[in-house]
């Protein structure tokens, strides 16, 4: 594979001041600076800070090495790999929130091949636990959490392309989507141990 498709990238982003004169986006220059060249398969990043340490780091879905690896900032842009799973067999994308509101922030994966959602339980220190949400999404592509019933659980949502219905909770229909998608809708306190 070509290098340049290995490569997990920072993106920088176009903020503009409410107070000043509005800026075009399109006009802003971007310098890439890379994170790795080394995420084989990369798929899908994530910029959050990960260890509360007050810098930015980098959450990554590495497909080719079935991995969800994080890249921890020292603080100046250079990064250091550290593997949260080998075992995403086909790790198609990344999502981070505080899943179980300890005040840490907490990884998630959609991992294509073994049809599985998880979390990764960080401990503060960027030191992850698996928790297995389910291994029943068919072809599972991407993840999202966010708490959408409103009661102070996240929940997981996915998307899976080898299944054929859009369901919440695992048996309720919320949308059909397009190209035999799935939408599934968990609650993640519940499932972790
Ligand atoms: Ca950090
Ligand atoms: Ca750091
Ligand atoms: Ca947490
Ligand atoms: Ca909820």
Redesign the pocket.
Known sequence: MAAAARRVALLVICVANAAATPVSCASVAFSEKVVTTLAGGARAVFA??????????VLAAEYDDNTVAWY??D?SESFTELIITAHATEAYSVFAIDVDGDGNTDALSASYEIDTIAWYDNDGS?SFAERIITTMRDGARVVFAIDVDGDGDVDALSASSRDERATRSGAEEVALLPEEAEVEVEPLRELAP
Do not use: A, P, R
């Open positions: 959050v800070d990960l260890d509360d340490d007050g810098d930015v780091d921890e900032n603080g960027g």
